[in-house]
């Protein structure tokens, strides 16, 4: 059998850090103990362990608490130029969650991408997964659109560093993402799947990790969940919230919410019908998804050379 058919066919703590770190490392990202342990493919180490494997091990360098390739200690500098710009970013994401909390028919809100992983750059969006109430999908991300619209906050054109990118809508009834991975296996699916940072929403992510067990074939536990971003909603915004649910709920919302549907359907396959490469949107009534550049085969296929060439 080909060693990539089953990527996470780990033998031994090496195997599994050399294999975790060139996935990073292809991103120019270099890890701390937490998050090497948080992300390490196919084995689950103690942390005295790892960190003592870390500190002996020929291949990996270290230096103020970050984690590297050898050769790589640059890595370090560069992720520290960019702490100004990750806290920065956050700040911006929970100064606006309270408005979009209380946007109806919204169930979960989760940072995803460069942010999710700590390691935006200066140019960087921010970049959303939004789950939604299921046959109102189109209403949220309508409501969602016009807001950030008005608020010019929302990525459009060649505005992009600091606004939030509306990129990836799932209804909740298509949170079970296995289906949408690359075959014989998609590292990069697994890792977004696991980085995901929810920060409205806890029951709809707590729906979400129990759906994705698929992510055991890369991880002993699964999604290990990232619960420590989530904001509890307040009174007002939940207020708000209930009201408009109620108002665009039953025969009303359903007839708003097929047309918003024939709308933005027509709209996005006019638009997706001039892409050379159709493999990163996925547009239907349950689940809206916008990349262009659908990185993830190259990626796959950088990490299987740079594992062969350390092996």
Same mark, same amino acid.
């Given at each position: 059998?080909?060693?990539?058919?089953?990527?996470?066919?780990?033998?031994?703590?090496?195997? /599994?850090?050399?294999?975790?770190?060139?996935?990073?490392?292809?991103?120019?990202?270099?890890?701390?103990?937490?998050?090497? =342990?948080?992300?390490?493919? $196919?084995?689950?180490?103690?942390?005295?362990?790892?960190?003592?494997?870390?500190?002996?091990?020929?291949?990996?360098?270290?230096?103020?608490? !970050? !984690?590297?390739?050898?050769?790589?200690?640059?890595?370090?500098?560069?992720?520290?130029?960019?702490?100004?710009?990750? &806290?920065?970013?956050?700040?911006?994401?929970?100064?606006?969650?309270?408005?979009?909390? /209380?946007?109806?028919?919204?169930?979960?809100?989760?940072?995803?991408?460069?942010?999710? !992983?700590?390691?935006?750059?200066?140019?960087?969006?921010?970049?959303?997964?939004?789950?939604?109430?299921?046959?109102?999908?189109?209403?949220?991300?309508?409501?969602?659109?016009?807001?950030?619209?008005?608020?010019?906050?929302?990525?459009?054109?060649?505005?992009?560093? $600091?606004?939030?990118?509306?990129?990836?809508?799932?209804?909740? &009834?298509?949170?079970?993402?296995? $289906?949408?991975?690359?075959?014989?296996?998609?590292?990069? /699916?697994?890792?977004?799947?696991?980085?995901?940072?929810?920060?409205?929403?806890?029951?709809?992510?707590?729906?979400?990790?129990?759906?994705?067990?698929?992510?055991?074939?890369?991880?002993?536990?699964?999604?290990?969940?990232?619960?420590?971003?989530?904001?509890?909603?307040?009174?007002? =915004?939940?207020?708000?919230? !209930?009201?408009?649910?109620?108002?665009?709920?039953?025969?009303?919302?359903?007839?708003?919410?097929?047309?918003?549907?024939?709308?933005?359907?027509?709209? /996005?396959?006019?638009?997706?019908?001039?892409?050379?490469?159709?493999?990163?949107?996925?547009?239907?009534?349950?689940?809206?998804?916008?990349?262009?550049?659908?990185?993830?085969?190259?990626?796959?296929?950088?990490?299987?050379?740079?594992?062969?060439?350390?092996?």
């Amino acid at each position: 059998m080909d060693v990539f058919m089953l990527p996470i066919n780990i033998r031994n703590i090496r195997e /599994a850090v050399t294999r975790t770190m060139i996935f990073f490392d292809i991103f120019d990202f270099p890890l701390t103990l937490d998050e090497i =342990s948080h992300y390490l493919l $196919g084995l689950k180490v103690d942390r005295p362990h790892l960190k003592l494997y870390l500190e002996q091990s020929n291949s990996v360098g270290h230096h103020h608490g !970050y !984690y590297f390739l050898k050769n790589r200690a640059e890595l370090v500098e560069y992720r520290n130029m960019n702490l100004s710009v990750v &806290n920065n970013l956050w700040k911006r994401v929970y100064k606006f969650l309270g408005l979009f909390s /209380a946007i109806p028919f919204i169930k979960m809100i989760a940072i995803c991408n460069t942010l999710a !992983y700590n390691n935006p750059t200066s140019e960087s969006d921010i970049d959303l997964f939004v789950v939604t109430k299921k046959d109102r999908l189109f209403t949220a991300r309508a409501i969602l659109s016009i807001l950030t619209h008005l608020l010019r906050i929302r990525r459009h054109g060649k505005k992009i560093a $600091g606004r939030f990118c509306l990129s990836f809508f799932a209804a909740e &009834n298509v949170m079970n993402l296995e $289906g949408l991975c690359l075959k014989p296996y998609d590292i990069y /699916a697994a890792y977004w799947t696991m980085s995901l940072a929810p920060v409205y929403g806890s029951e709809t992510y707590a729906k979400f990790v129990a759906e994705n067990t698929w992510t055991r074939r890369y991880f002993p536990d699964g999604i290990v969940p990232r619960t420590e971003f989530l904001m509890q909603q307040g009174m007002i =915004s939940r207020l708000i919230k !209930y009201l408009f649910e109620k108002i665009l709920g039953g025969n009303f919302g359903d007839k708003i919410e097929r047309f918003l549907g024939k709308h933005m359907i027509d709209r /996005a396959e006019r638009k997706a019908a001039k892409l050379p490469d159709r493999r990163g949107t996925i547009i239907s009534k349950d689940m809206l998804k916008f990349h262009d550049h659908d990185i993830r085969e190259i990626i796959r296929e950088m990490w299987e050379a740079r594992i062969r060439k350390f092996s």
